[in-house]
C-alpha cells in the first residue's frame, strides 16, 4: 500500500515552499524524452511491443541501479483508478497524456516525488525531476545521471544529427524540457505581465499554465519553459532560461516594492480581502480559490500575513483541485459540493499554525 | 520563431491544442491573430489550427506544390507503416526511422521550429561511443593546430599520436 502513499498525503518535496527565491519561483523542473531504438513510439506500438517496452524500462528501476539516489516505487498504470490518476497529474508528478491514454504505461516514482519517470508516455520514456524554488541547475543534473543509468543498459533512439529522436519534432534533439513555475501577482496587477510575457517568447521561451500544454493560468502562476530542443546544448538551453527567469523574478520583486510603496493600502485592502473572504467563506470555486490564494500568498511573502506559511499556499493550490479534494474527502462530488469542501479545506488550513514558524 | 501565418513579422503567440490526444503547437504573430478574428485557444471554432500546422508540415521546399504533393502522399516509412501525410495530419512521427525516411523533408519544418537543424548537445555514453570518439578527435585535431602554429613539437608529436589511437579505435568500431 506504500505505493499509494502519493494519493494520500498531499506534499510532494517541491511544495515545501522552501529554496532559493521561493517567494516568487514556485518549483523548477527538468524533462528529458527519450525512446529505445528498435520499437516504435508509443502511439504506434503493439501491445505487444509497448508491454516490452515498460518490462525494461521498469526493469532498470527494480535492478536497483536508482537506489544512490534514494528510493523508487513502481506503480503500473493500469492498477490505479482514475481518481488516483487524477490526483497524480494535480500533483504534477505524471502528465494528463499518460493518465488519460497510456497503454502499458508505468511511473517510477521516488519516495519523496522529486522524480517521476514515465513509461509510454508521448515518448517511451520520460524523466521529470521537480525541485522546490528556482533550483533548475541542480534539477538538470539529477535529471541527467538517471538519463545516464537508463542509457548504461538500454540503447537509446539517437542520431548523430538529429539527437535523441522524439515522438513529436518539437522535442527532439536535447529532448529537455525545463521550466520554472512563477508566481506573478506583482506583475499582473501592475500590467506589465504582457510586455513581459511577449517579450519571453522572443527568446525561445513559452508560457504556459501551471498544468503545462494548453492550460490556461490560474492563480497569477506562470509555467515559462524553453521552446528550443534542437541546436543549442543542454547547458545553454538552461542558461537562457535561468538568465531570462532571473531577469522575471527581479522585476517582479521590483513590482511588488512599488506596489507597497506607492498604493500600500489598496494592497493591504486587497490581500485582506481575500485572506478575509477564503478564512470564513463557506462555497468557494476554484477560480475564485486559485485567484484569492495568489492575494494571500502575496501577503505572506510581503510580510504583511504572519499567521500562515508559504508552505501552506503551495499545498493548497493542489489540493483544492478537483480531484485531491475527492481523494482527501474519500467521496465523489459534484462541482456545487467540491465549492463547499474546498471552503472547508481552507478555512481549517488557514486557521492552523504554520508547522514550523512559517519559512 | 517566424509566423507561421504571415512568414514575415516574429511569431509571440504560441498555441498547443490537444484533441483526442491529438497535440498540435502552433505559433503566429498578434497581427495575424487579430486578424483572423477570435480564434485564440478557449474559443471553439474560430481559427484552424490543423490547417497552421498541416501548413507548416506540407512545407515543400523548393519542389512545385503539384508534383511534391503527389510524392508526399506516397512516401512511407518502411519501419512503422506512417505515411507522411500521417505525420503532416498528426505532427507525430511513428518510430525512429522516420527520421531518416522523411529525411530532407524535415529540415524546414525543423528550421521553423527549433531555428537549427543540428543537434549539439548531450550524447549517449555507451551507443554513442563513436560520435563522442569523432568529437573527440576533432577537439585535439584543433588543438595540435595550434600546438604546431606555436611551434611545440614535441606537444604536437603527443597529439598526433593520441588522434591516431582514436582514428584506429573509430576504424574497429
Redesign the interface.
Known sequence: MSKRSFARHALSDWMKGTGPDSDIVISSRIRIAR?L?G???P??ATNQQAREVMERLTAVAESGRLSGLGHFDTIPLSELNELERRVLVEKHLIS??LA??SRCGALILSSNESVSIMVNE?DHLRIQCLYPGFQINEAWELA?RI??IF??VT????????????????N???G?RASVMMHLPGLVLTQQINRIL?AI??V?L???GIYG??S?VQGNLFQVSN????????GE?IENLFSVAKQIIEHERAARQRMLEESRLRLEDRIFRSYGILSNAFIVDSKESAQRLSDVRLGIDLGLIEDASPQVMNEMMVMTQPGFLQQLFEEKMSPEQRDVRRAELIRRQLHRKPDHGGA | ?ICQECEKR?????F???VN?E?T?FHIC?SCAREKGEGL??TANGFSIHSLLSGLLDFEPGGTAGAGSAKQQTLRCD????TYAQFSK???????QC??KFGDK?DP??KR????????????????GK?KLKRQIEQLRRDLNEQIVREEFESAAKLRDQIRELERKAAEG
Open positions: 525512446n531504438s520499437f516504435p513510439f502511439m504506434l494528463p497524456n488519460n491514454e508521448e541527467s538519463d545516464d542509457e548504461e540503447d537509446y533512439a539517437f542520431d548523430e544529427h538529429r539527437g535523441y529522436l522524439t515522438s513529436c519534432p518539437t527532439v534533439g536535447t529537455i511577449s517568447t522572443q525561445g513559452a508560457v504556459r500544454e494548453g490556461e521552446q528550443i530542443t534542437l541546436g543549442q546544448s543542454e538551453i | 520563431m516574429p511569431a509571440t503567440l504560441h498547443t491544442k490537444i490526444g497535440k503547437e498578434e485557444p478557449g519501419a512503422c507503416g506512417l498528426m505532427g507525430r512521427f511513428g518510430c525512429s527520421y531518416a524535415l519544418i525543423l521550429v527549433h531555428g537549427n537543424t543540428v543537434h549539439t548537445g548531450k550524447v549517449p555514453k555507451r551507443s554513442g560520435i
